[in-house]
Nanobody, 125 residues
Framework: VQLQASGGGLVQAGGSLRLSCAAS????????LAWFRQAPGKEREFVAA????????DYAASVKGRFTISRDNAKNTVFLQMNSLRPEDTAVYYC???????????????????WGQGTEVTVSS
């Protein structure tokens, strides 16, 4: 499975961006999916996760109510809609896929088997 993230860019505080992550190779409809981010000088952190069906989602406290994760299994794509962006959201955003689909360890980067290359988001104040 190869993941290709896109949609990052420069946006003013309060603005919105929509990230996409498309999978090639085997279908990932049974996989749990997530977004993580890494700001300069900081460790990679969990942002949001979604289970295989899209029926369960989870968010980091810092983005809850502002970000929405969704997936389109027919198109092998996961999305992250980011609204009310803040300067502290500035980071490289990575999509990830967990092939077991168990969703138990969804907030831990170590649970994910496949990673995209990252897309950079910069929020100016």
């Amino acid at each position: 499975v190869q993941l290709q993230a896109s949609g990052g860019g420069l946006v003013q505080a309060g603005g919105s961006l929509r990230l996409s992550c498309a999978a090639s190779g085997r279908t990932f409809s049974s996989y749990s999916l997530a977004w993580f981010r890494q700001a300069p000088g900081k460790e990679r952190e969990f942002v949001a996760a979604i289970n295989w069906s899209g029926g369960s989602t989870d968010y980091a406290a810092s983005v809850k109510g502002r970000f929405t994760i969704s997936r389109d299994n027919a198109k092998n794509t996961v999305f992250l809609q980011m609204n009310s962006l803040r300067p502290e959201d500035t980071a490289v955003y990575y999509c990830a896929a967990e092939r077991s689909g168990t969703y138990y360890n969804r907030v831990f980067a170590s649970a994910y088997d496949y990673w995209g290359q990252g897309t950079e988001v910069t929020v100016s104040s």
